[in-house]
């Protein structure tokens, strides 16, 4: 991938980024808010070196007023160059760091399926959400009934802003994954990608990246983002995924 490509399409995910909140604040700060607001995680910034620090300072206090967690999502090629230093010393705990991937949607990438033993289903109902959240605690996953609900909050009030895959084998849900679509985008995002451990290396999260990429090729999008773990970035390599930056959680928890 050229340097050009690469500046453009990190243009392009800045600008999906700036979109995901609510709008920016001081430093170009854009902050997702949970329901009732308690947590935050800031999605978009726009630093100098002179002004990090405090920005930073004011992003804390605001998160102890609120009384709930508050997430800097931090990209590798976000400025300053040490925004994660200062974001540490300033108290924040880091997270795993995760590749950004993108592949273009298109007749090319969406002929690498594969065909694994498997029927992936798109969700929308209750059953199918049950489904989801069986997989997540099976791989152990933290506060599945609460993803859940949050889940089926968004397929009620914006369903046409995520749709949630579930692939099953003989009626037994196994592999999973949602897709984001903004509003008026080029582009969505694959997320939440999971599968049952005794279901691994059998091509089920391969299917259902394929099912949620043929869903993004019939809504027009072009352009497929996704944050990927160190056991997930060879998968979706090997579909053509390339990598374009990083991106780190930094945590802070206020003091109770």
Same mark, same amino acid.
């Given at each position: ?14 600008? &999906?980024?700036?979109?995901? #909140?609510?709008? /920016? ?5 854009? *902050?997702? =808010? @949970? $329901? %009732? ?33 508050? &997430?800097?999502?931090?990209? #590798?090629?976000? /400025? ?5 230093? *200062?974001? =540490? @010393? $300033? %108290? ?33 109902? &209750? ?13 152990? *996953? ?115």
């Amino acid at each position: 991938m050229s340097q050009s490509v690469n500046a453009e399409i990190l243009a392009e995910l800045d600008a &999906e980024r700036r979109a995901l #909140g609510e709008p /920016a604040g001081r430093g170009g700060v854009v *902050r997702e =808010l @949970a $329901a %009732g607001g308690s947590e935050c995680r800031i999605v978009f910034s726009q630093l100098s070196a002179e002004d990090a620090d405090d920005v930073i300072g004011e992003e804390m206090a605001l998160a102890r007023e609120r009384g709930g967690t508050l &997430e800097w999502k931090l990209y #590798g090629h976000d /400025a300053p160059a040490d925004l994660d230093r *200062r974001l =540490l @010393a $300033a %108290g924040f705990a880091a997270d795993d760091r995760e590749q950004v991937l993108v592949l273009p949607v298109n007749e090319t990438t969406l002929a690498a399926s594969g065909a694994p033993d498997c029927v992936v289903r798109r969700v929308h109902d &209750e059953a199918g959400l049950a489904d989801y959240a069986e997989i997540a605690r099976e791989i152990g *996953r933290k506060n599945s009934d609460e993803e859940q609900r949050r889940l089926a909050a968004v397929l009620l009030e914006a369903p046409g802003t995520m749709s949630v895959h579930v692939a099953y084998v003989d009626g037994e849900p196994v592999s999973c994954g949602r897709i984001y679509f903004r509003e008026g985008g080029a582009h969505a995002e694959l997320a939440g990608g999971r599968t049952k451990t005794a279901y691994r290396n059998r091509g089920l999260f391969g299917a259902v990246v394929a099912a949620r990429l043929t869903e993004a090729h019939e809504r027009g999008r072009t352009l497929v983002f996704t944050d990927a773990l160190p056991t997930s970035e060879p998968i979706l390599r090997k579909r053509g995924f390339q990598v374009v930056t990083s991106t780190q959680p930094f945590l802070y928890e206020p003091v109770s």
